[in-house]
């Protein structure tokens, strides 16, 4: 038994790269591992059906690309974040929101970000690299049999996937996509269960376009004119809203999804009845829904949320403009499990395979 590549982890590996691995063992064996992992979302260690020789030696080939350094909850234990260690050291992070009919869990697809969004804990503490598809995978799945959400009674019904963590998912397109299909094909979660969120990477918007899943397209907008945008998120500069505008509308045309844009509330920054003004220009010809979050405090960004009453009213300029605005509750603030707050900044000692690691964790 030889594992491919250069040192994956079990959810690294497709399900004919497994098969391979598996060559010489009962047909039916790949079908117990497959879909005991991903059906049934169980840890290799509990496949029982499996021979404990063999769970072993997968196991031994093909450890496990994160390992768990801390939980955090709040909100009454219905937000959940996870703070994962990956090989290398480097972390991740995952949150795991419960509500009254459904689950959601925000992954990450990179460690760190290149995009330097200015409000964005994330974008500034810069970019160290991008996540393989197990890597992605396993905070799905470690982040369901952590909590006990493995299942839909358990859960309170559907589990929906946002990819808003760390990272921008469109400068991870290959590893992304990999694991939609993995979260679609393998573990039976429907498209429009799944959303891919980005700053406004034109290239892979595009390629988005032209897959063969309907995800859902949220888009990090906070400005509706570039010279604004241009300092929120510099990525602006070589995406400018004109060219997104069409992109979007090639998707919508491609995909027939509404497209969401996400809004941060930054008080007077761009919070203004001029700034909904031109929001609402910019949404009402893509049939856009905009979604408006309270800003939340990171330790590099000086500004302040928009007040409550100033939120409300922003909502109703957006309305009389004939746009569909939704005020997002914040979950997880007082964990920095919140929009833009994902961030491992502190110095923690874990340990791994008996051996002491420093990596670098949040405080």
Known sequence: MTAPGADPSLGDLSRAELGELLDGEPAYRLDQVWDGLYRQRRPLSELTN???????????????????????SADRGTTTKHLWSLRDGHLVESVLMRYRNRTTLCISSQAGCAMACSFCATGQVGFDRNLSVGEIVEQVLGTLQETGSNDRSASGGAIN???????????????????????HGDMGIGARHITVSTVGVIPGIERLAAAAQPVNLAVSLHAANDRLRNRIAPINRTYPLRDLARSLADYRRAKRRRISFEWAMIGGVNDTDRDAAELAAYARPLAAHVNLIPLNPTPGYGHEPSPAGRIEHFAAELSSHGVNATVRQNRGTSIDAACGQLRADKLVSIGRHGRGARARAER
């Open 50 to 72: 499996v021979p404990k020789s063999l769970r072993q030696a997968i196991g031994e080939l093909l450890p496990p690309a994160l390992t768990l350094v801390r939980t955090q």
């Open 161 to 183: 996937i946002v990819f808003m963590g760390m990272g921008e998912p469109l400068a991870n397109y290959e590893a992304v996509w990999a694991a939609v299909e993995r979260f």
